[in-house]
């Protein structure tokens, strides 16, 4: 499919997995996601995308950058055998977190599908809407 979005956002709550841990780490299994629509957005990365990562919980804002590594395979952490994960690389940090807030605020950004549906883990983004998330941390 070549209209199929290069661009994701991806969520966690630091507490769990934070930026930091991937910057730690290099690379992670990007796993335990239960949602469908979630799941079918991760089935739909390709190596060499690149995820914003986004702090969930008290924090809520896009933080950095990753980079997928291995598209979907059977997620180890599901015993079912229904769901998937990926592999991400850190990327790099972003000049200035962009919060909720910001994101909800700008009109550029009103269709964005993680603002529309809160609880959604994974979900792609425009490239426009990555143009505008990085120009709202300081990068443009």
Do not use: C
Not at 15 to 30: I, N
Not at 56 to 63: A, F, K, M, T
Not at 115 to 138: D, F, H, Y
Request: aromatic share 8%.
């Amino acid at each position: 499919m070549a209209d199929a979005p290069s661009h994701w956002l991806v969520k966690s709550e630091p507490e769990t997995y934070a930026f930091a841990d991937l910057q730690r780490d290099g690379r992670t299994v990007w796993d335990g996601v239960r949602n469908a629509q979630a799941a079918n957005f991760l089935k739909a990365m390709k190596v060499g995308d690149l995820a914003l990562f986004y702090h969930s919980g008290e924090e809520r804002s896009v933080v950095g950058v990753a980079k997928v590594e291995r598209e979907a395979y059977p997620d180890p952490s599901d015993a079912s055998g229904r769901f998937v994960a990926v592999e991400v690389s850190y990327g790099r940090p972003l000049k200035a977190p962009v919060t909720l807030a910001a994101m909800k605020a700008s009109p550029a950004l009103s269709g964005m599908i993680m603002l529309r549906q809160s609880r959604l883990s994974v979900a792609p983004i425009s490239n426009e809407e990555w143009k505008t998330i990085l120009a709202l941390a300081g990068e443009a």
